[in-house]
């Protein structure tokens, strides 16, 4: 393996020292912080969930005045905690603690006209309730905390119990798309998805509040009739390369459909609804000639060897899944960067860039500039996306990209034209890699490899079944060098991927992703392939 560059810690921030000129040193932000948390649950406590998130995208419009602080365990994103820190250390972020909602009321009562309450045994009215938190700048609550509000000198802005008895989802947001449509910011959408039943993480909904943004929940499967209709209408009035945030409700439609829908009118998929603090990270600023610079290993002579090369990815890396857990930092280990937080919440990017040791390496993704499904676009408009990717590619210092499709159910392969424009159109990048599970599209263009997951490893299977699958795949492959491009699910942190290969013997050798993609370019013993509909479906081998 060549060498690689070291850590960032230094690179990527500027001297916080007497060199740096007072008009370059961070001024300093004084906020709120409270924290957040609980069981979620709409007759539990959602209530006070829901008011504070709606309180914060109030807040936050002119400023990062209210920070949440979410559970460190047993919530998606356990970071919030080590990003204030980080923001405290490098952007002179200092934060009182607010203790109780009638407290952050009175705190920030210039910034409420009112509020608005929902219906709790109808889930479409809570979430449309934000919409009208959003347009009318009130605050959500339940009706147990009319009391509260009255108390303290609020007034009701509008009451949603008993409105919508006897209509269906469709007729509802029909009626919110009515009522509310023309006062929204039409920049974005917010799918406020997730958990069904009684359940509901709105964590995304301040930055929706914050910038007067339409929520939905409706379903993006065509079987669901006039849902279908409904919100294919709401996504055709978007531009092109709009974002929607938010994530699909999981009883209600799948992923696929919703990307798919959502890549038919080139629309960007960010997620998820439990995203937190958006509408205060927005606000942090990087500091005066600020460059990202990611690790890259030296390139110039890598040492081919008749080995099987294995090189990690993991899904939704930063922000979910193991980065703040065990292992990090011990072996090779690529992670998905959230490439639209380079305008959104450039703050977060350089939480991760200075934290990264240098076995961390960073790969764009995913798809596009956002979560896109390239089958599925338009063919007019994927030139576009696919120059807009590369521009964040540049801005991030990465020179790996991620693509995943799965417009198809049955096929996660990619034709040959569009891997032509993947090459086209991100020129700066060595090397891309296809597919979630195993996929079976393969190519090189002048020694760049196009290279597809050969092993997906799912939250469930066991560390011996894994290792009896990897040899496996040995044995199906016997050519030497063999590239085995491995996806690791946000459910496993690094130590679990350490524990499976120390049950493989010397010929498994793991690389960084770029050493990888160069030996792959290099000698490229895999067959080019593309979608076709001829091609079998394989689980392991190509």
């Given at each position: 393996m060549g060498k690689r560059a070291g850590s960032r810690r230094g690179r990527n921030t500027l001297p916080r020292n007497s060199s740096v000129a007072e008009t370059d040193r961070p001024k300093p932000i004084h906020c709120?912080?409270?924290?957040?948390?609980?069981?979620?649950?709409?007759?539990?406590?959602l209530p006070d969930e829901a008011l504070v998130i709606s309180l914060q995208g109030l807040v936050n419009r002119s400023g990062p005045q209210l920070y949440l602080l979410y559970p460190t365990k047993g919530y998606d994103y356990t970071n919030t905690e080590a990003?204030?820190?980080?923001?405290?250390?490098?952007h002179g972020v200092d934060h009182k603690t607010i203790k109780t909602i009638p407290e952050a009321l009175v705190k920030f009562r210039k910034y409420i006209r009112g509020y608005i309450v929902y219906d709790p045994k109808l889930r479409d009215s809570i979430v449309l309730s934000f919409t009208a938190a959003g347009i009318m700048d009130g605050v959500v609550v339940a009706p147990e905390q009319i009391p509260m509000m009255d108390s303290l000198g609020f007034k009701?802005?509008?009451?949603?119990?008993?409105?919508?008895?006897?209509?269906?989802?469709?007729?509802?947001?029909?009626?919110?798309?009515?009522?509310?449509?023309?006062?929204?910011?039409?920049?974005?959408?917010?799918?406020?998805?997730?958990?069904?039943?009684?359940?509901?993480?709105?964590?995304?909904?301040?930055?929706?509040?914050?910038?007067?943004?339409?929520?939905?929940?409706?379903?993006t499967e065509p079987e669901a009739g006039t849902q279908y209709k409904l919100v294919s209408m709401l996504y055709g009035k978007m531009r092109p390369f709009s974002f929607l945030f938010g994530w699909h409700s999981y009883m209600k439609d799948t992923e696929d459909s919703y990307v798919t829908l959502a890549s038919h009118y080139a629309l960007r998929v960010e997620g998820l609804n439990t995203l937190p603090n958006m509408s205060f990270h927005r606000w942090i600023k990087l500091p005066p000639g600020y460059k990202f610079h990611?690790?890259?290993?030296?390139?110039?002579?890598?040492?081919?060897?008749?080995?099987?090369?294995?090189?990690?990815?993991?899904?939704?890396?930063?922000?979910?899944?193991?980065?703040?857990?065990?292992?990090?930092?011990?072996?090779p280990y690529a992670w998905e960067v959230n490439m639209y937080w380079y305008h959104y919440a450039p703050g977060i990017l350089e939480f991760y860039y200075h934290q990264a040791s240098p076995n961390d390496f960073f790969i764009g993704s995913l798809s596009?500039?956002?979560?896109?499904?390239?089958?599925?676009?338009?063919?007019?408009?994927?030139?576009?996306?696919?120059?807009?990717?590369?521009?964040?590619?540049?801005?991030?210092?990465?020179?790996?990209?991620?693509?995943?499709?799965a417009s198809?159910?049955?096929?996660?392969?990619?034709?040959?034209?569009?891997?032509?424009?993947y090459f086209k159109y991100i020129p700066n990048a060595i090397g891309f890699v296809n597919g979630y599970g195993p996929a079976h599209t393969f190519a090189v263009k002048d020694g760049l490899p196009f290279i597809s997951f050969d092993y997906y490893l799912p939250p469930t299977r066991k560390v011996d079944e894994v290792v009896g699958d990897l040899k496996e795949l040995a044995t199906l492959n016997p050519k030497r060098p063999y590239f085995l491009c491995f996806h690791v699910r946000e459910y496993t942190d690094v130590k679990g991927v350490i524990d499976i290969m120390r049950h493989l013997g010397p010929e498994f050798k793991i690389v960084p992703l770029d050493v990888f993609m160069k030996l792959a370019g290099m000698d490229p013993t895999f067959k080019t392939r593309y979608e076709s509909t001829k091609q079998p479906v394989q689980l392991f081998s190509r």
């Open positions: 709120w912080a409270m924290k957040i948390g609980g069981d979620w649950k709409i007759n539990g406590d990003i204030m820190a980080f923001y405290h250390k490098y009701m802005l509008v009451d949603f119990r008993g409105k919508f008895e006897g209509m269906d989802t469709t007729q509802i947001y029909q009626w919110a798309y009515n009522h509310y449509w023309n006062r929204c910011s039409h920049k974005a959408l917010v799918y406020l998805g997730g958990a069904e039943g009684d359940i509901m993480q709105p964590a995304i909904a301040d930055l929706g509040v914050a910038d007067r943004l339409f929520f939905y929940d409706l379903s990611a690790n890259h290993s030296d390139l110039k002579n890598p040492k081919l060897e008749k080995k099987i090369y294995v090189s990690f990815i993991q899904s939704d890396g930063l922000g979910l899944g193991a980065w703040l857990r065990p292992g990090r930092g011990k072996i596009g500039p956002s979560y896109m499904y390239p089958k599925a676009m338009p063919p007019k408009y994927l030139p576009t996306a696919l120059k807009m990717a590369s521009k964040l590619m540049k801005d991030l210092d990465l020179n790996m990209f991620e693509i995943y499709d198809d159910s049955l096929n996660r392969d990619l034709p040959k034209s569009i891997v032509d424009d």
